[in-house]
């Protein structure tokens, strides 16, 4: 990856550096090639650990890469993956976040039903999402996202 996510926030390219495209794109050799969204997760949290309410722009930026996204299987995938890393990262009070703080609380009906619009079609499309073939099914993926403390049932929203 060349680019950082300050210079995302400076090139007005969050949502590219949280989906990994161009200069964000992470390969991680144990990622069969493709992006890894941690790493870029864990780089936004490093940057954003060090504002002044870094909580509050991380909801901001989530809430402007979320409304980039559209129905297409590398969109949802990214949130999926995205999701998950902050579940991750929440249970284990990581940079700043804390069990008391959830991400899909701060986001109106609006940006909710998006998110359970994508996971729907993540669900039904989960065969063209690259590498999905060697992947565990979707459901079973999810299952550590309800073990890191995810609340919703993102299905359904």
């Known amino acids: 990856m060349k680019g950082d996510f300050e210079q995302a926030i400076n090139n007005n ?4 550096y949280l989906k990994g495209e161009g200069d964000y794109f ?10 890894s969204y941690i790493m870029n997760f864990m780089g936004m949290m490093f940057y954003l650990e060090k504002r002044v309410n870094p909580y509050q722009e991380l909801v ?16 949802a995938w990214s949130l999926f993956k995205n999701i998950n890393c902050f579940y991750y990262f929440r249970k284990n009070n990581r940079y700043f976040l804390t069990q ?12 909710k ?6 996971y729907r079609y993540l669900r ?7 590498g999905a073939a060697d992947m ?10 309800y073990e890191d403390g995810c609340s919703y049932d993102l299905f359904s929203l």
């Open 13 to 16: 390219e969050v949502s590219a």
């Open 26 to 35: 992470s390969p991680e050799e144990f990622n069969m090639g493709y992006h």
């Open 60 to 75: 901001k930026y989530f809430k402007l890469y979320l409304s980039s996204l559209k129905e297409d299987v590398l969109d």
């Open 100 to 111: 008391n703080k959830d991400l899909i609380d701060e986001l109106i009906a609006e940006e």
């Open 113 to 118: 039903k998006k998110i359970g619009v994508l």
């Open 124 to 130: 039904e499309n989960f065969d063209k999402v690259p």
């Open 136 to 145: 565990r099914p979707i459901n079973d993926q999810m299952k550590f996202v």
